[in-house]
């Protein structure tokens, strides 16, 4: 894809742009030195379930094994079984609710009328009840606990409904064992007082007395949380997280064997002790030095190749700012992603990245940076030679399956790929190391399909740059060239004539892209837009005259090329109040580059024989085009427009007026500013020719006689 030159008005990211250039790589460098881990690289790779690659691995000193995390978890739940919850007697609760009893009794005696011969003494009543109730809180009551639910004796332990558990009671500083089964709750105090209410042959009103002692009923073994938290946090603190040795010497793991859960763990526990000591050790200054080292090389790599090949975005530090920006955020995401441990990297959707620079500039670029990201992660990632090569992989067809884009379905086929690419990769990978297809985990390519999914988000992302820093993408000209744009429907009904020499211009010149590289959705933009300066006069142009009625007759030839002139002013003027992208107004100004309008320069000549003609008046303003894509605009909008004035268009017709026009062209030096070859030039003109011939319906002349003669 041919570059895209992209014009911007003067900011402070363009003052004093030198210091603001290289302050801004220092700083993107610095940024990631500080983002990405900072512990020394374990120099083994591997994976549970998969082959051990490397040599055989012999300890080379002892150290402890770590536990997993089920295991670390397991131990956790044990530890929380085990421990009681605490509660503290409150005695003067107890007290309480005897001495109101006995205090409320007179009262509740007498409301009920029960003062009666038949109905005993109340002392009977009095004795009786306060009894109950002082057996009752001499066991205890309490409120049950879910949180204890099965603590209890190994009969209930697994009886879902039990709430059975063992705790202790705490009072004066003395610590009681005791089990729920032998205390009351509220609930089974009360139906302890109807049961022995039923067996006392003394009390006549079982029922009234039993509905008045549940109200004098309460808890008084309190649970004690904040102690109980306290005893059950420091159970936990003194869980080992380390189970068995590995001894010096020892064989961890063996070249080629698979390495299963005891080997995974062992070789984690060395790669934990090994950067623990390499950071107690003070060597972390000297990694981030190396860090700093392999960034600035890869920096500088880019910023050689942005020099020699894309001098316009070294050049433009607004463009750099772009893509700093976008580095710092993918790389800074990749570092919280190792940090929080995600179960894979391959989440991430590294694949934006070349889309993004894809779209928002070139193939190259977009292929360079993702390069120079893919290395940078492969510093810090686990087995990062599978991750640089299903990354650098995947990131290629990525930009190249949008190579040309013409219609948004490509962002679906794109994704398409990239999943393809990935998966053949990742089974590539399993074979070439386990050479059997049962050791390939199905559930590993889940990862790559939610990267791919995450992906496309970058297509919102270009729009969001789009706006921010004004680059045009090929997304905003797949917009432009859509006919049904206000514009171009504008110009369809005011200057209809301009419409459709615009549309043939725009076929011409995209044809022509093709063919020697260039961006077609660019060239075919600024072709359709190329004439919109029309639309203010449009009986003055040709193509857009009904009748013989020719408006120029009343004019002088130089109000004539005056009025023919400013359709090109008209054109920037009218597009920059619709806010058109500037690569797209450059082919306004450069379609005519600085030649003359010649016709009317002839006429002005036989009018005035003897005056000197003022050739400045017939100019155009220019700039003579300054791009592959301008200048076959150029050659495209003359040969269509001369075309239409062949009143017998043949092949040889066709053939002299394309090369007439071209060669006019290059000797007024229209196209001295234009990255654009002779041989380009040549490509170009066969292709006009090609469809002019096509357009004319031209068919080859066969001569018959002489055919008979031979």
């Known amino acids: 894809m041919a570059k895209l030159k992209i014009n911007y008005p003067k900011d402070k990211l363009q003052q004093n742009s030198t210091l603001w ?77 005897i001495d109101q009893f006995n205090t409320d009794l007179n009262e509740k005696w007498q409301a009920s009328q029960l003062d009666s011969a038949e109905t005993g003494d109340i002392n009977d009543y009095r004795e009786v009840g306060t009894a109950l109730l002082n057996y009752i809180y001499e066991r205890g009551v309490v409120s049950l606990n879910n949180r204890f639910q099965n603590k209890g004796s190994d009969s209930t332990k697994n009886d879902p409904t039990s709430l059975e558990y063992n705790f202790v009671l705490i009072h004066d500083n003395i610590a009681q064992q005791k089990n729920t089964v032998d205390v009351f709750t509220i609930e089974s105090a009360n139906q302890y007082i109807v049961g022995a209410l039923e067996k006392n042959k003394l009390i006549e009103h079982k029922r009234w007395l039993a509905e008045v002692l549940k109200n004098y009923i309460t808890i008084n073994f309190v649970f004690n949380e904040s102690q109980t938290n306290k005893v059950e946090q420091n159970a936990l603190a003194n869980i080992s997280t380390t189970r068995g040795m590995v001894q010096k010497d020892e064989l961890i793991a063996e070249q080629g064997k698979i390495i299963n859960n005891d080997t995974y763990q062992k070789l984690e526990s060395l790669r934990k002790v090994f950067e623990d000591e390499s950071r107690i050790s003070g060597e972390q200054n000297m990694v981030t030095f190396g860090h700093f080292i392999l960034i600035s090389l890869a920096m500088s790599l880019l910023m050689v190749f942005l020099y020699f090949f894309r001098r316009d975005i070294f050049n433009n530090n607004r463009l750099l700012f772009i893509i700093f920006i976008v580095i710092l955020v993918m790389l800074g995401v990749l570092s919280w992603a190792i940090k929080i441990k995600i179960p894979s990297l391959y989440y991430i959707p590294y694949c934006s990245v070349p889309i993004i620079f894809r779209l928002l500039f070139d193939t190259r670029i977009a292929l360079n940076i993702h390069i120079l990201m893919v290395l940078v992660a492969g510093l810090f990632v686990p087995n990062s030679f599978d991750f640089v090569f299903l990354q650098f992989t995947a990131g290629m067809v990525a930009i190249y399956s949008i190579r040309t884009l013409v219609k948004r379905e490509q962002f679906l086929v794109s994704s398409v790929l990239i999943l393809g690419t990935y998966i053949l990769a990742y089974v590539g990978l399993v074979l070439t190391r386990n050479g059997s297809f049962s050791t390939i985990y199905w559930q590993d390519i889940l990862p790559f399909t939610v990267s791919v999914g995450l992906t496309l988000l970058a297509y919102p992302l270009i729009y969001a740059f789009e706006k921010l820093f004004g680059i045009v993408s090929d997304l905003t000209l797949m917009e432009l060239t859509n006919s049904n744009s206000r514009l171009l429907r504008e110009l369809s009904l005011k200057a209809p004539g301009t419409f459709q020499h615009s549309l043939q211009v725009a076929n011409l010149a995209e044809a022509a892209i093709y063919k020697i590289g260039g961006n077609p959705l660019l060239v075919r933009a600024g072709a359709l837009y190329h004439d919109i300066g029309k639309m203010i006069n449009p009986l003055y142009f040709i193509e857009n005259q009904k009748t013989n009625d020719n408006p120029h007759e009343e004019l002088t030839p130089e109000q004539s090329a005056q009025i023919i002139i400013s359709h090109v002013l008209k054109g920037i003027e009218m597009a920059r109040k619709n806010q058109m992208p500037e690569v797209v107004i450059d082919f306004i100004r450069t379609h005519h580059g600085t030649t003359k309008v010649d016709y009317f320069y002839n006429m002005a000549i036989k009018a005035n024989p003897d005056k000197v003609i003022d050739e400045s008046i017939f100019k155009y303003p220019g700039p003579v085009p300054f791009s592959k894509e301008t200048a076959v605009l150029m050659m495209a909008d003359s040969v269509e427009a001369a075309s239409r004035a062949l009143k017998e268009p043949t092949e040889e017709s066709i053939n002299n007026l394309v090369d007439k026009i071209i060669d006019h062209k290059l000797m007024q030096r229209q196209f001295q500013n234009a990255d654009i070859t002779m041989r380009e030039i040549s490509e170009s003109a066969k292709i006009f020719k090609a469809m002019l011939k096509s357009i004319y319906h031209v068919r080859i002349d066969y001569d018959l006689n002489k055919k008979k003669d031979s």
């Not at 040599?55 to 997993?68: G, H, R, W």
């Not at 509660?87 to 609760?93: E, S, T």
């Open 21 to 97: 250039k290289y302050g801004m790589v220092v700083l993107t460098i610095v940024l990631i030195c500080i983002f990405l881990p900072k512990q020394p690289r374990f120099r083994y790779e591997y994976q549970k379930g998969k082959s051990w690659n490397h040599e055989n691995l012999i300890s080379p000193y002892n150290f402890a094994i770590l536990k997993t995390a089920e295991e670390m978890e397991r131990d956790r739940q044990y530890i929380l079984r085990t421990v009681q919850p605490i509660y503290n007697l409150n005695d003067v609760a107890s007290k309480e609710q």
